[in-house]
């Protein structure tokens, strides 16, 4: 008989509102290839309360709010836990699961399950009150305080990625809110058996927060590579710098603008959309193209035409895809040193790790002006995709850890 495993994950596709999501489909397709496989998720309107898809059964069940604003995350913390506490305990009665694995961090339980546990740590709920380790919006956080965490949230204009109404960055009943949800979601660690860290990083944050080294296994999330469907016009002839990602501060856009504007016979192309559209209009000389959001039918035929990527990311990501993408693509990357980035663009050898805007303009030089160092490093990052980031590979891992 194959392990039974039920997979509990707040938003299930077609519910997307980031890459947990997606990673969430991607693993239980690959699991349900060998394993019984079922999924318990959210209620959405005008989803099937019950429905099977690829051999998962999928269970809409719970109750959350619209991850996407303030007013819904407040219903997500009121209605979610008492629901997910009523529906494991009824759908375990009847399917009698072998392993219960809590996919991102906001599925999991403020209560004990009677059964073996595993939990996939893919963001900093359970480590910031403001759930992106970013201190100030200036360094990264090293510890969160009361009053510590206090004074950030009143100096930030983020709430984790959402951009956070001026109003309540003044309200201290919002900010003994936030405090007491993160010191809930730590607390909730304690509920877990195992854990996958997605990164290095956030490994070392479960360390940090008393979770034996012995209970952590490091596994990125699964990535899907599509063959390019559709081909993507680009005029322009020098040296191609590619950068995705919303045009907000947390994503550093500016520094990479500000590095690229003393970069010599390259072209930069940015993909993505958000507030800062128009400051980094203004800040960016002719050789920068805004393409604004592109369809994904469309991003692999803009990886293969780039000759470098660059992660200029300020806040500590856990691991972004971007980067995994990048080296499925054979690309050279430049990455900011913070999260998961080194776990992805090792210093040297597929691409460099920098730490200014200084050091991110000499780099973009250096490669731009040389092909052989180019494609050295893209052949780099073809061989860390294969050892770190292989599909087959890591689902190897997670299902020696149900075995266990």
């Known amino acids: 008989m194959p392990i039974k495993v039920l997979l509990v994950t707040e938003y299930f596709p077609p519910i997307v509102y980031g890459g947990g999501e997606i990673s969430a489909y991607l693993l239980a397709k690959n699991l349900s290839k060998t394993l019984d496989i079922s999924v318990l998720t ?32 407040f219903k997500r913390k009121r209605n979610f836990q008492k629901s997910l506490k009523k529906e494991i305990t009824e759908l375990d009665k009847k399917q009698n699961f072998d392993v219960i694995h809590f996919l991102n961090t906001t599925s999991i339980p403020n209560f004990k399950v009677n059964k073996r546990t595993i939990a996939t740590i893919n963001n900093y709920t359970s480590f910031c009150p403001k759930s992106n380790m970013f201190y100030k919006e200036k360094e990264v956080c090293k510890g969160a305080g009361f009053f510590k965490c206090c004074f950030c949230i ?48 956030v490994k070392e944050l479960l360390l940090s927060n008393k979770i034996k080294n012995e209970n952590i296994k490091v596994i990125p999330n699964l990535l899907e590579i599509k063959k390019p469907k559709r081909e993507f016009q680009i005029k322009e002839k020098n040296i191609l710098i590619s950068s995705f990602g919303v ?46 959001n592109v369809d994904y039918s469309y991003i692999p035929s803009i990886y293969k035409k780039s000759d470098i990527i660059v992660l200029p990311s300020l ?23 913070v999260g998961g980035n080194n776990d992805a663009v090792i210093n040297r050898r597929n691409g460099f790790i920098v730490n200014s805007e ?6 973009l030089q250096i490669l731009v002006s040389d092909k052989s160092l180019r494609n050295k490093m893209g052949k780099e990052s073809r061989k860390i995709f294969k050892e770190k980031f292989d599909n087959k590979k890591n689902i190897k891992k997670i299902i020696q850890l149900y075995k266990k």
């Open 315 to 337: 806040w500590p990501e856990p691991l972004s895809r971007i980067l995994i993408e990048a080296a499925y693509y054979g690309k050279p990357i430049i990455a900011t040193s």
């Open 154 to 201: 009143f100096s930030s204009e983020y709430i984790g990625k959402l951009k956070m109404p001026f109003y309540l960055r003044f309200n201290k009943l919002f900010w003994a809110f936030a405090y007491s949800s993160y010191i809930n979601s730590n607390r909730n660690l304690k509920n877990i058996d195992k854990f996958v860290a997605v990164s290095g990083y």
């Open 358 to 363: 200084e050091e991110m303009a000499e780099k």
């Open 42 to 73: 959210s209620k959405s309107e005008g989803l099937r309360y019950f429905e099977e898809k690829d051999k998962i059964k999928i269970y809409r069940r719970l109750k959350s709010g619209d991850a996407k604003s303030i007013l819904g995350n």
């Open 247 to 292: 045009l907000e501060k947390i994503k550093g856009i500016d520094l990479l603008i500000k590095a690229f504007n003393k970069t010599k016979d390259a072209n930069l192309l940015i993909f993505g959309d958000g507030s800062q559209k128009s400051y980094l209009e203004k800040i960016a000389n002719k050789n920068v193209k805004f393409y604004g």
